[in-house]
């Protein structure tokens, strides 16, 4: 079985531009969640969809959105982006989203905000 | 709320030596409870889980964990270090919100 796969790997943009994380779920799954890695706050839940609904969310600005398509893959946008922005966005699947469903990660989408 | 504690950001330790590495959590519901482990440049790969039964989970690869309701831990261990081990290691809690709640993460690095 194919593993999740972000698209793209690498990202650079500027200050107050936006930008679109794709990520393809692992067949088969139909919960996708995204998590926000950074050096100094570690890994932060972004939220969570679920068969195309949002059913959780994390603590960001609502600069930070995202949705899911029939086929489960999900995206998620930032809005007007900040030098604090600049992480590693890293997606998981899985195939209830439950807390005891194993989730698996992506590579991520290293983004750099200039 | 719930939240995940990890003791230690950084474990040196030599090579074919043991290692614990600690993790406490709280949580006012059932918790479930995970150890990842993220390569550089990598995502996060699941190493155990601790979803109930016995308190003893092992990996595959040597690694174990002990889930101590008590005192509110589940520690990983290992009796004997290799070079390959060397990664940051997550704890994480599952507790009914469908997310995931991860420590800070501990960086074992092992000396040859």
């Known amino acids: 079985k194919a593993g999740v796969t972000q698209t793209p790997r690498y990202l650079i943009k500027t200050r107050g531009q936006q930008v679109t994380l794709s990520c393809s779920p692992i067949?088969?799954?139909?919960?996708v969640s995204w998590y926000q890695q950074t050096p100094g706050q570690g890994l932060q839940f972004l939220f969570e969809y679920f068969s195309e609904t949002q059913r959780n969310k994390g603590n960001f600005p609502g600069r930070f959105s995202g949705r899911q398509f029939s086929n489960s893959r999900s995206e998620m946008n930032v809005s007007t982006l900040e030098l604090g922005d600049s992480a590693l966005y890293l997606c998981?699947?899985?195939?209830?989203?439950?807390?005891?469903?194993?989730?698996?990660f992506g590579p991520g989408t290293r983004l750099t905000v200039l | 709320a719930q939240s995940v504690t990890q003791l230690d950001s950084q474990v040196p330790v030599f090579e074919e030596a043991p290692v614990e590495l600690r993790c406490n959590y709280s949580?006012?519901?059932?918790?479930?409870l995970f150890w990842y482990v993220q390569y550089p440049n990598q995502g996060l790969q699941l190493l155990l889980k601790?979803?109930?039964?016995?308190?003893l989970v092992e990996s595959i690869n040597g690694f174990e964990a002990e889930f101590n309701k008590s005192q509110t831990s589940f520690h990983l261990r290992k009796p004997s270090v290799h070079i390959s081990d060397t990664a940051e290691y997550f704890c994480a809690l599952g507790a009914g919100s469908y997310q995931l709640t991860f420590g800070k993460g501990t960086k074992l690095s092992v000396i040859p």
């Open positions: 067949s088969g799954h139909r919960s």
């Open positions: 601790y979803l109930s039964g016995s308190t």
């Open positions: 998981a699947s899985s195939f209830g989203g439950t807390s005891t469903d194993t989730q698996y």
């Open positions: 949580s006012s519901v059932s918790v479930y």
